[in-house]
């Protein structure tokens, strides 16, 4: 009888303030849930880390990985680590994942080659783009 009336006193104040209660459950909302997770599907997740791999190959100028392994291991250990990230969600069937962890190697790539071409800027030294 006292946890009844405690809860309709909680509604109450709850309904008062303005609280939305949807927040907490969502079955008490007509809004949609937020947090609908993507279907599994492999295809789609093989695809994305091909793409990633394959913009990378023609985004990454000929000696910039080398570069950063001597001048900027930081750089290079972060795509590396990235790079390895890849495997975990499509293991786990996490496509949302995926998409997350192609995005990740896609930014640490994009810091490698930023501070390659600045490094070559300042050297006065070209590169050449690697075509697959």
């Not at 009844?4 to 709850?14: N, Y």
């Not at 609280?19 to 849930?33: A, K, V, Y």
Request: hydrophobic share 50%; aromatic share 6%.
């Amino acid at each position: 009888m006292v946890v009844v009336v405690c809860v309709l006193i909680a509604l109450g104040v709850c309904a008062m303030s303005g609280l939305d209660l949807g927040r907490f459950r969502p079955e008490l909302t007509d809004q949609p849930q937020r947090h609908v997770t993507e279907p599994w599907d492999a295809v789609r997740a093989d695809a994305m880390i091909r793409k990633v791999m394959a913009k990378a190959v023609e985004a990454v100028p000929a000696g910039a990985l080398d570069w950063a392994e001597r001048e900027a291991p930081e750089l290079f250990a972060s795509a590396m680590v990235a790079c390895g990230e890849l495997q975990r969600p499509f293991d786990d069937k996490d496509l949302a994942g995926v998409r997350s962890a192609a995005r990740n190697y896609a930014a640490a790539l994009k810091s490698v080659i930023d501070a390659f071409e600045a490094d070559c800027a300042l050297s006065g030294t070209q590169h050449e783009l690697v075509m697959a």
